[in-house]
């Protein structure tokens, strides 16, 4: 045997063939990993369709019930989503 030298690998050599180990199975295990939330999130939710959007009563709602907006504002901007015109007193 022309290239052998010794008795084999020395203690680096060793060394460094564990942290290659370590490194090539870390990588492995999270590419599967990785591969696996891909998939799962992608057969959550069919392309194209996100969460549905609130209708404008739904956005109205929300806002007077946060405090935005006053009752008298909520019933005329429903009333203008409703498209019935409402009187200038309120009722």
């Known amino acids: 045997m022309m290239f052998w030298y010794g008795n084999g690998m020395s ?5 460094l063939m564990t942290v290659g ?10 590419g599967v990993v990785a591969l696996v939330r891909y998939l799962a999130r992608s057969s959550q ?3 194209g ?12 709602a929300e806002r007077f019930a946060r405090g935005e907006i006053d009752e008298q504002e909520y019933r005329s901007r429903l009333a203008t ?3 019935s015109p409402q009187s200038a007193s309120g009722s």
């Open 81 to 83: 989503l409703r498209g």
């Open 49 to 60: 369709l996100g969460a549905p959007r609130p209708t404008p009563e739904q956005v109205l």
């Open 21 to 30: 180990m370590v490194l090539f199975w870390g990588l492995v295990i999270f």
């Open 11 to 15: 203690g680096w050599g060793y060394v």
């Open 45 to 47: 939710r069919p392309e």
